[in-house]
């Protein structure tokens, strides 16, 4: 799954993607990452970019939460009310090596 937001985006004076990212880890999925974009545009077509003449505080964030398909799935009501306005996508991954345990292994 990967929920599509903007940098500057709150839910309740804490940054959205770190909520997102929090309710993953309630749940027990397999992991979630945060990426920050360098540049995009969404619905608004407004593009925001960090290029130096054009500096922007809403830059484009990705979260990316993997694990089985059903679980994914299950997780979904959790983000209801949450990620109103933001891009939500499922995508088929095959995972070809997952070192759990935070050993970096």
Not at 71 to 80: D, M
């Amino acid at each position: 799954m990967t929920v599509i937001l903007g940098e500057a985006d709150q839910w309740h004076h804490r940054p959205l993607y770190a909520e997102v990212v929090h309710r993953a880890h309630e749940a027990g999925l397999a992991g979630a990452s945060v990426f920050r974009g360098v540049e995009g545009f969404g619905a608004s077509s407004v593009v925001h970019t960090s290029r130096l003449l054009s500096l922007s505080e809403d830059l484009p964030v990705a979260v990316v939460i993997v694990d089985d398909d059903a679980r994914v799935r299950a997780f979904l009501p959790r983000l209801a009310g949450l990620v109103d306005g933001c891009l939500v996508t499922l995508e088929r991954v095959e995972v070809l090596r997952y070192g759990g345990g935070g050993s970096g292994g």
